[in-house]
Every structure is written in C-alpha cells, then in structure tokens.
Nanobody
Framework: QVRLVESGGGSVQSGGSLRLSCVGS????????MGWFRQAPGKEREGVAV???????SYSDSVKGRFTISQDNTKRTLYLQMDSVKPEDTAKYYC?????????????????????RGQGTQVTVSA
C-alpha cells in the first residue's frame, strides 16, 4: 500500500524559505515518478514540480528558479526547497506519486492527477 506523508509546512514571510519533505512507503522509488502540487482556497489544484526516475525535473513557470524538487531514494524522501517565496505561494502542498510508465516525462501539470497523494501540508506566506 502506497503511503505518502508530508511535513515542513508553516508560516513564512515573503522572500523567506521553507523545505517540504515527503516520506514514501509501499512502492519502489526507482520505478515511480514523484511530484508536488498545491491548492489554494477557492482555486483548482496546480502542478508545481515533478521528478522522474532519471532525476529529470520539470517546474511550473510560476515557481521556476525559486523552487527545487529533489529526492533521496535511500531515505525514500522527496523534497521541495522553496526559496524567495511570495504571498501567492500560499496553499496546501501535496506530495504525489505515479508509476513512471503512466507518466509523460516533463509534464509538471500532471502532478495533481497522479494516482497517489499525501494529506498535504499548509504553507502560508505573509507579505
């Protein structure tokens, strides 16, 4: 059974940094692609970043250059380093996983549609 547990959310001022973590279990990290998506109140889910099993990454234009997705397969942990955050980054962030054979490489927008997701962690950025 696939399980994803996020942590690291919180409140931060504009321009600050946060690092989100997601610990996975119940699947082989070498055959799954991972991603982050977010959802702000009253808005649709938005893909943020994805990383495939070759460690190739893809980002939404809204976070490119500010956020970095990475993973440590030995620890079964996915990370999202968030730098230079803005108030518009305020949302609940979810970790997601999908078998890479079902994933179109490089398409971060698919992250909200991945088969598995965690419970989410709230990020609030104040001006």
């Amino acid at each position: 059974q696939v399980r994803l547990v996020e942590s690291g959310g919180g409140s931060v001022q504009s321009g600050g940094s946060l690092r989100l973590s997601c610990v996975g279990s119940g699947f082989n990290p070498r055959t799954y692609c991972m991603g982050w998506f977010r959802q702000a109140p009253g808005k649709e889910r938005e893909g943020v970043a994805v990383i495939d099993n070759f460690a190739d990454t893809s980002y939404s234009d809204s976070v490119k250059g500010r956020f970095t997705i990475s993973q440590d397969n030995t620890k079964r942990t996915l990370y999202l380093q968030m730098d230079s955050v803005k108030p518009e980054d305020t949302a609940k962030y979810y970790c997601a996983a999908e078998k890479c054979e079902y994933f179109s490489a490089g398409d971060y927008s698919l992250a909200p549609k991945f088969a598995y997701r965690g419970q989410g962690t709230q990020v609030t950025v104040s001006a």
